[in-house]
């Protein structure tokens, strides 16, 4: 398959596509982009975050499982990832896996249950 179109143009561009395919729910084609995206940049937390809820909503959920322990192991205080990550988790039926995640995620947030 030709992968012309989602590798054509500057990171920036290639950013702006991405979020346009999220944003029209085409989490395939946003995954396409930022695939190449993250190899090219992957210190930035954006785009593998957005890459991992791609992945997510397209139901590749072992894959947005990988990138989204990525984000948490550099930065253990990403909340959001956190969220995702216990979500994941938990559409794969692994819920005890996700609990933790997701107590740190509202802990981080600072959704503290009221005693």
């Known amino acids: 398959m030709d992968t012309t179109y989602y590798d054509h143009g500057t990171p920036a561009e290639r950013w702006e596509r991405a979020q346009m395919f999220f944003d029209a729910k085409d989490y395939a084609a946003a995954a396409r982009v930022l695939g190449g995206l993250v190899e090219e940049v992957p210190e930035q937390t954006g785009p593998r975050l957005l890459l991992a809820r791609s992945y997510y909503h397209s139901a590749q959920l072992h894959r947005a499982e990988g990138?989204?322990?990525v984000i948490v192991e550099r930065?253990?205080?990403e909340h959001y990832a956190r969220l995702m990550l216990g979500r994941t988790l938990q559409r794969?039926?692994?819920?005890?896996?996700?609990?933790?995640h997701l107590r740190i995620a509202s802990a981080l947030a600072g959704d503290f249950a009221e005693v």
Request: proline share 7%; no cysteine.
């Open 92 to 100: 794969q039926g692994r819920h005890e896996e996700a609990e933790s």
């Open 67 to 69: 990138e989204l322990r």
């Open 75 to 77: 930065e253990p205080v």
